[in-house]
């Protein structure tokens, strides 16, 4: 007996208002999603290096956007703790492996 592989795609239409502002806009948006499509995005960006150069440059690229995903994060953090952000914190980024 045959068997055969059918790949759906199932979509969702919503009606959405427009946002009157930002912080109507930002309210609205479902993190979970965003980050799902981010990190997807992310994932392909690094397999994609490493199999059109190498390993090592895909290291290296997953080495650059972790540092620049915790700088932010830290200058966020210092945001909303001391409301300003401290730019001259300093930051050990140094990854081993």
């Not at 397999?47 to 972790?66: F, G, P």
């Not at 200058?75 to 909303?80: F, T």
Request: charged fraction near 25%; hydrophobic fraction near 45%; charge should be neutral.
């Amino acid at each position: 007996q045959a068997y055969t592989v059918k790949r759906c795609t199932w979509l969702r239409t919503l009606q959405i208002d427009v946002a009157a502002n930002l912080i109507e806009l930002y309210e609205s948006t479902n993190i979970e999603v965003i980050l799902v499509v981010l990190i997807q995005k992310l994932l392909r960006k690094i397999i994609r290096t490493s199999l059109d150069e190498s390993v090592k440059e895909a290291r290296a690229l997953l080495h650059d956007l972790l540092m620049i995903l915790m700088v932010q994060y830290d200058d966020y953090c210092k945001l909303a703790e001391f409301k300003q952000p401290n730019i001259h914190s300093r930051l050990d980024v140094a990854f081993s492996g």
